[in-house]
């Protein structure tokens, strides 16, 4: 068997915090009340919006729905995974690292947040029970990834982009790293996995999409059908197929990898620019469009699209991730978290 470059690392654990963790609580009447269609013809019915405020120079880039029910979130201006409290709208702040600049958050099945860290160049574990935080460092011989996002594959093992030109894998298990060359160079951005358990990434400056074999590490390119779309997330629904937010296009593609077949639809008015890309439970599609500072959802079923009325507008939403009936969103130049209550419509 023939690997791809790789590097290898060990995670290092940190004491219980770097640091100690903090909370902030929002000032009295700082929650945003809760705002329902706001009447725009082209609005989704059914639906209702509510705001969290988060402290001032977070610029919270990606969320995650917490095991507790409350949600973890990136602050990327502040250097801090943050925790929300849904009910209280109390945040806890953890501290990552002198130099931490978080991009990316999931959840794994041990419950606990995983963060890509490009200002620590590193993986980051943080415990859901004590706050303790972990690094899983890459390798001294690939500095700079920019590590964007990760996703778990069907065996547990963690994977994860970096713009500069890498993905990788970690064992959580045994701490153990690798580390590839992309092909095509820079670009790996978003991450998904399919009900497979493949893994699946799109490279923004490499205008692909690639699916990585989980057994050998190799990536594979796709091409979607539009030149230079600038292929940013990826996400899957129930059937496997990869859903590709195509920002520089102003499109959302569908790729069915048992027919290696596309489809394409534009996302509705002037110069749209589709960042985050997120299927919900029921098989709907949730975009971001930096265009036109919403959030839109489309029915794949109809082929529509409608948008979700966000008082003040969506305030930059880089990524979007949920849990049955709830859709979060971070409003990174807004300082704020807000989730969309999805309903009929």
Known sequence: MRWPKTGLAIGVVLAAAVGCTGSWTPPPGGTVPTTSNGGVASALAGVTVRMFPVPAGSRPHDVAPAADGGVWFTAQGAGYLGHLDAESGQVTQVPLGSGSRPHGVIVGADGAAWVTDGGLNAIVRV?????AVRRFPLPADRPGANLNTAAFDGRGVLWFTGQAGVYGRLDPATGQMRVYDAPGGPGPYGIAAAPSGDIFYASLAGNH?????????????????????????????SKGHIWVSEY???KLGRYDPATARWREWRLPGDGPQPYAVYVDD???IWLSDFGANTVVRFDPATETFATVPVDGGAGNVRQILGRPGEIWCPASSRDLLFVVTSGAG
């Open 127 to 131: 415990d859901a029970n004590t706050r």
């Open 282 to 284: 029921q098989d709907k």
């Open 209 to 237: 999409i690639a699916r990585i074999d989980i057994d050998t590490g190799t990536a594979t390119q796709i091409q979607p059908p539009t030149q230079d779309q600038g292929a940013r997330r990826v996400w899957s629904d």
């Open 248 to 250: 520089n296009a102003g």
